[in-house]
């Protein structure tokens, strides 16, 4: 503990030169020093350690030693290890000159291949240690924290030095943030199988009701900015045409088995799932069926989908939570825009506008669409045949009437509004992704976005 002594040694000048019963001035920065040498001195430590553990050969005769230097929690670690080359390795100038001239493939580096002794890979004391993008389990934690929550990769590389003292260039930082990204990605193909059990503390119990166990399944789709190389080509909103943003898909899986004193559902703590992805509509769909069967679909839960209008979601519905048992509730919140905007068609006085618009609504609420189309046109009668717009308004809210019947599922203990997936787009996707002046490549959007979803289910680092 050689810096830890240099700093207590330190220390006591500083007394013995301060006046009697005086404090030295840099006593402030003791718990800095002192933090400071603990981790040098485990450097040193962690160095030696692993270097004796280097120095193993479980797998027989090795092919001599290779220094590499890691980076740990507590900081970067240099030592050396037994290497297991390729069985039939030539690593002779000529060989290699001869591979190339016959366009050998060239190795993977440490791919899966025989090696001397039998040896699952080059280097089985890394396997051991588990390094990933050559950090420690604990490093990568959290260097994909950091860049999750951070609103860019400078501000994350500065956060983990701050918190981690680990210094790392903004270059290294967004290469592993975007790799561990990837990863997560990938790991949103095949979902573990998840059943959580939820604990529920006492108040919790006491201020709510139970109710069937419920499996919530809700989704939409939210815009990320994007360079041109992404957008070129892709049909947008603006007055032009032209797009400067593309989708990503949110999913969020979950469940609730209790409700509060309006009747509510609450969702089960730490028991939600997200996904985020670029894909298209239909393998999107594919992507959350995965997740909900990981997390208990079909296993003795009441199933609820709830979404927007939009055609995508009900085809997803449609195709991927086939079934009469599932419930498909269209958000009640984006009807009642349509339903605002039915209204302001009549050109009302705004006091009148907001009165009608305020009764729409609660009978919306308390019976559903069947209900409001009856009233809508008895209340506003040659609306519908005078404009256009009217009567698309109409047309979307009778296409859908089915999917909206707000006060038999408030009654059921079911959710009516999408509020949590909407969310979800902010945490997962706007956040992070949505900032002052950001244009992504839209693979490296979805990839962060993922790695965030990744963090928001409770997993571990990807």
């Known amino acids: 503990m050689a810096n830890v002594e240099a700093v207590l040694a330190q220390l006591g000048e500083e007394l013995m030169q301060s006046e009697s019963g005086a404090i030295p001035d840099s006593l402030g920065t003791l718990d800095e020093r002192l933090a400071e040498a603990l981790r040098a001195d485990g450097r040193q430590v962690l160095s030696g350690v692993l270097c004796a553990l280097g120095r193993e050969?479980?797998?027989?005769?090795?092919?001599g030693y290779?220094?590499?230097?890691?980076?740990?929690?507590?900081?970067?670690?240099?030592?050396?290890?037994?290497?297991?080359a390729p069985v039939d390795f030539l690593p002779t100038r000529q060989s290699r000159r001869k591979a190339a001239r016959e366009k050998v493939a060239r190795r993977k580096r440490n791919g899966c291949f025989p090696r001397t002794g039998d040896a699952p890979c080059a280097c089985p004391l890394d396997a051991a240690l588990g390094l990933k993008d050559g950090m420690t389990p604990a490093l990568r934690d959290r260097l994909q924290h950091a860049a999750a929550l951070c609103g860019s990769f400078a501000e994350g590389a500065a956060t983990l030095e701050r918190f981690a003292g680990v210094n790392m260039s903004e270059s290294a930082f967004r290469r592993k943030a975007l790799?561990?990204?990837?990863?997560?990605?990938?790991?949103?193909?095949?979902?573990?199988?998840?059943?959580l059990a939820p604990h529920f503390p006492a108040w919790l119990l006491a201020a709510t009701a139970e109710t069937l166990p419920t499996l919530y399944i809700m989704l939409d789709g939210t815009g990320v900015p994007c360079v041109k190389a992404d957008t070129e080509g892709v049909k947008g909103k603006g007055p032009d045409g032209r797009a400067g943003t593309r989708e990503v898909k949110v999913g969020v899986v979950g469940t609730f088995r209790?409700?509060?004193a309006?009747?509510?559902?609450?969702?089960?703590?730490?028991?939600?799932?997200?996904?985020?992805?670029?894909?298209?509509?239909?393998?999107?769909?594919?992507?959350?069926?995965?997740?909900?069967?990981?997390?208990?679909y079909g296993k003795k839960f009441r199933v609820q989908v709830v979404g927007d209008g939009a055609e995508w979601i009900a085809?997803?519905?449609?195709?991927?939570?086939?079934?009469?048992?599932?419930?498909?509730?269209?958000?009640?919140?984006?009807?009642?825009?349509?339903?605002?905007?039915?209204?302001?068609?009549?050109?009302?006085?705004?006091?009148d506008t907001s009165k009608a618009f305020r009764i729409a609504r609660g009978i919306l609420r308390r019976f559903g669409a069947v209900s409001l189309l009856r009233h809508l046109r008895k209340r506003f009668p040659g609306l519908e045949n005078n404009s256009e717009k009217a009567a698309a308004m109409l047309a979307y809210i009778e296409k859908r009437q089915t999917n909206m019947c707000y006060?038999?599922?408030?009654?059921?203990g079911l959710y009516i509004g999408s509020g949590l997936v909407e969310a979800a787009c902010r945490t997962d996707v706007a956040r992070r992704c949505?900032?002052?002046?950001?244009?992504?490549?839209?693979?490296?959007?979805?990839?962060?976005?993922a790695l965030v979803a990744r963090f928001r289910s409770n997993l571990s680092a990807a």
């Open 258 to 260: 209790r409700l509060d």
């Open 66 to 84: 290779r220094e590499v230097t890691i980076g740990s929690i507590l900081g970067y670690v240099t030592y050396s290890r037994a290497y297991y």
């Open 315 to 351: 085809n997803i519905v449609k195709n991927a939570f086939p079934g009469n048992d599932i419930v498909f509730t269209v958000d009640f919140y984006h009807t009642c825009e349509y339903v605002q905007a039915f209204i302001d068609l009549a050109e009302l006085v705004p006091a």
């Open 434 to 449: 949505k900032q002052s002046g950001m244009h992504w490549r839209l693979k490296n959007a979805a990839a962060m976005c």
């Open 262 to 296: 309006k009747g509510r559902p609450v969702r089960d703590p730490l028991c939600e799932s997200h996904i985020v992805s670029a894909k298209e509509a239909k393998e999107f769909g594919i992507l959350l069926r995965r997740l909900a069967f990981s997390r208990g």
């Open 57 to 63: 050969a479980p797998y027989g005769v090795f092919d």
């Open 179 to 195: 790799a561990a990204g990837e990863r997560a990605v990938a790991a949103q193909e095949y979902p573990t199988l998840r059943l």
């Open 407 to 412: 006060g038999k599922y408030r009654k059921q």
